[in-house]
């Protein structure tokens, strides 16, 4: 099936909607040079079929001998192209209109319309790359800071797929030795390998074991943190979006209740996404407007990764900060002590007493702003600093892969001690392998190709 599937030759708009300088149609196949000659004039008169691989060339596209736009013609030959297939690629004037119309002639001329990260998936199965380093690709497109990209750079370049192929590499070490034991129990095999086997066991399942712990991390980088400011009204919430921001996004006043609806917006707080949330602080709903945002506000609280509670520093603590204290009592969160500015009268001790961070500041100065920051950024860390340039595991199909992993080197490890027979032994180790091919595309399942590229926007 899947070789029919790669017979055809496709194509797709692979720049993005809208109008700009420059948009691509980009074809993959066989007949991608013979489909290029079919609407390419060049100014040089020689045909597509002719052009050697990684050259340019200036001409026109058109329709029935009629000139559609000026381009230029990219060709990439087998088998040194992203797909390892002959690649032609349309640079044109980037309107809509145009696109389409060159899109649509590629597809009179026999290519069909690509489906959803086709180009890529053909990369995989034409062997370029393997599964790890395909979804790389979305997650560059999606990267949301510096250090998101560098960490799907890096798993782009193959550093993820040479970590988990040195972890295969000493699974299937172990695995030839007790098949050896298993076929030659005449030579006595085990006993002199085993104790080697199990500290190479261990020290698998120590490195398999690191990259778990480094998981979290790496999900952060990639996926981001959401973020949820609320307070009592008029404490200062959209003065400190705002601040962070460090631009006007809220509407500050002094009447309380000026924010009605959620605001989003996404900040980068050393190298981590933030999805920072602007909440109404309307805490007794005087009408159905504001009751929409009372329950929009705590909706956001519950799916919240992290809670910043604001309290008014000129002011005592009263019953309704103790209300929203106790709402998200089972919530991270980090207690901001806001309006510094105008005098300190609330009682410090009582909100140390319940949250483990407390920060002073003033959004409206933007003092000691750098301080919550630094909080945010040492919850998204746990403590640590998260290094984009290492290997690291964002990928949470990777990650429940590699828990099957480390599960099944647990049970190896069982077994043999236990004296169980080699066979089981073996099988154990067998299926840590099945995982691990499945991290890189070894094995793999129609529909699991289907599940991964779904996500792909259509042209890459």
């Not at 005098?343 to 319940?354: F, M, Q, T």
Request: aromatic share 4%; net charge positive; proline share 2%.
């Amino acid at each position: 099936m899947l070789k029919d599937y790669l017979s055809d030759t496709i194509a797709a708009i692979s720049t993005s909607c809208g109008e700009g300088g420059i948009g691509i149609v980009r074809l993959s196949g066989k007949k991608a040079l013979a489909i290029a000659d079919k609407i390419f004039i060049s100014r040089s008169g020689a045909c597509a079929a002719n052009f050697k691989s990684y050259t340019l060339h200036y001409g026109k596209i058109c329709v029935q001998g009629q000139p559609l736009d000026e381009v230029l013609l990219s060709v990439m030959r087998k088998p040194k192209s992203y797909t390892r297939e002959d690649v032609v690629e349309i640079n044109c004037h980037g309107g809509a209109v145009v696109l389409q119309k060159i899109l649509a002639l590629a597809l009179e001329k026999g290519a069909r319309l690509a489906e959803p990260g086709e180009f890529t998936k053909r990369a995989f199965l034409n062997g370029r790359i393997d599964l790890a380093q395909a979804e790389a690709v979305i997650d560059i497109i999606r990267a949301k800071t510096d250090s998101a990209l560098r960490l799907s750079l890096s798993q782009l370049s193959g550093g993820l797929s040479k970590e988990i192929n040195k972890i295969r590499r000493g699974v299937l070490d172990i695995l030839v030795s007790l098949e050896a034991a298993i076929d030659f129990p005449e030579e006595d095999l085990q006993p002199k390998n085993k104790q080697k086997n199990l500290q190479n066991l261990k020290i698998i399942s120590a490195n398999l074991e690191q990259l778990l712990q480094d998981s979290f991390g790496g999900r952060i980088l990639r996926e981001g943190i959401q973020v949820v400011i609320c307070g009592r009204p008029n404490v200062g919430k959209s003065s400190l979006l705002n601040a962070l921001l460090k631009k006007e996004r809220s509407i500050v006043t002094a009447i309380a209740g000026t924010t009605r609806d959620t605001i989003e917006e996404l900040l980068d707080i050393k190298g981590i996404p933030v999805k920072i949330i602007d909440t109404a602080g309307i805490l007794r709903a005087r009408n159905l407007i504001e009751k929409q945002a009372v329950l929009r506000s705590h909706k956001q609280i519950t799916l919240a990764d992290l809670v910043i509670i604001l309290f008014e520093a000129n002011k005592k603590l009263n019953r309704h900060d103790w209300k929203l204290v106790k709402q998200i009592k089972h919530k991270k969160a980090i207690a901001v002590i806001n309006k510094i500015d105008l005098g300190l009268k609330i009682e410090k001790d009582e909100i140390a007493g319940v949250f483990q961070k407390v920060i002073e500041l003033s959004a409206k100065k933007g003092k000691n702003l750098k301080l919550l920051e630094d909080a945010i950024a040492e919850f998204a860390g746990q403590g640590k600093l998260l290094n984009p340039e290492s290997i690291c595991v964002s990928n949470l199909r990777h990650i429940q892969a590699l828990k099957k992993v480390l599960e099944a080197l647990k049970q190896t490890k069982s077994s043999w001690e236990q004296n169980d027979s080699l066979e089981f032994v073996a099988q154990s180790l067998k299926d840590a392998g099945v995982y691990l091919d499945r991290i890189l595309g070894k094995s793999f399942s129609e529909d699991l190709l289907e599940k991964i590229f779904a996500d792909f926007c259509i042209g890459k």
